[in-house]
Structure formats: C-alpha cells, structure tokens
C-alpha cells in the first residue's frame, strides 16, 4: 500500500523492488551527475567535519562525496529500509568505508543532536518528505552554526527536450515510463523558494539550475551564532 501511495502522491518511501530497480536503473545511469554535483558544493565544503546526505537513497551521492573529502564523516539516512541495505552494499566497496555511515531514520526526526554536522545535503529527496517544511527545520537543527545546507530536486517547470534528453539515459523500463510524471511532483524553483523562507533558513543565499534546467541547486546558511 505504501509504495502505491509514493507513485500516487510522490509522498513518502521508495522501497522493495522500487528501491531497487531505482539504484540499477537510475543512479546508476546519472553516476555523472553526482560527480557535477560534487563538484558545485565540495569546494566550499573544505575543512566540514561531518556531512549529513537526508533522503540519500542507496547512497551514491554520499559515496562520491566521502571519497572526495579524505578527513570527512558522512552519514546517510533514508526512511526506505531497503534503500540503507543498498547504501550499505555499495559503501563496503568503497575506499571511505570506514567514514561511511547509514541509518533509516525519518528527515523530520532525526537521530542527531543539534549542531551535529558542518554541512548537510540532499539530493532529489525533499519532493518525497510528507512534511518539507519539517524536514528543513530538523536539518537547520542538526547544523552547526554557520554551517551550510545543499539541497538539490527536480524542477516541476523543466523544459520538455531536457526531460525527455535525461529520461533516454534511465536504464530501468519502470523509471523511463514514470519519469515523465516524477516531474509533476517536483517542486518547481519559486516553491522552494517560499519553503525555504518559511524555514528556519530563510531564504537561499546561492541559487543554480543544472542539467539545462531540469535540477534546482539551492545553497542555505544557518546564523554564526558569534556574529
């Protein structure tokens, strides 16, 4: 029943052979994708202690991320249990196991103490939060002051050539059939926008759009508290 209800709605977790044929058909035909993404905010990630990827799905995103900042902790969660076995699969074969960790917990209630990670990031998930607003409070908590979040989705309003340009690259039949619909979930950039300012972080304080416009990059700061 859940997993019809996310395909109905878009809401809540992608598990099971979703879940799956998610990491087989989608993350790994946009792996380039986490690397550009990586490449957008790991430069002004220098010096983070510990990274926090929400909603990081079978966790790639926060792989690529560990392996390219040796003295960093990254943990991942994800309310799909089959989505943290998976992480937890793909980060055993990697260099940053040791600095590798997930956990199924829920964005608006994370299993963290406040000021717990110098940065936090997600990726294509706050479509699928039941509670965005709630998500971005708990990750405004769980940030150190001055701290910064990444969060990137899907844009609602992308142009139809760059949608169906990334959906000929998906390598599951599933997600080539849905993609198309996928978009209609998604938040379009005014609408995080206003979350975002609704939200303990006010509002972003660097915007992007990537891939000709189908991703929205926004770049939000929690307050020095010593300023």
Known sequence: MSTLRML????????????RGYDRGVQAALRETFASLADEVL??????RRVLDAGCGPGQFAIVVAERLPETEVSGIDLAPTMIALARSHARASPAAKRLHFEEADVAALPYPDAHFDAVLSTGSIKHWPDPLAGLR??????APGGRAFVAEMNRLAPPDAVAVQRRRLRHWFFRLIYPRVFTKALAPDEARRLFERSPFGKPTAERMLLDGCLWLFEARKADASR
Request: hydrophobic fraction near 40%; aromatic fraction near 8%.
């Open 8 to 19: 109905r709605t878009g809401k809540g977790a992608m598990d099971g052979w979703i879940a």
């Open 43 to 48: 430069e002004r990630l220098g010096g983070a």
């Open 138 to 143: 708990e990750l405004y908590r769980v940030l």
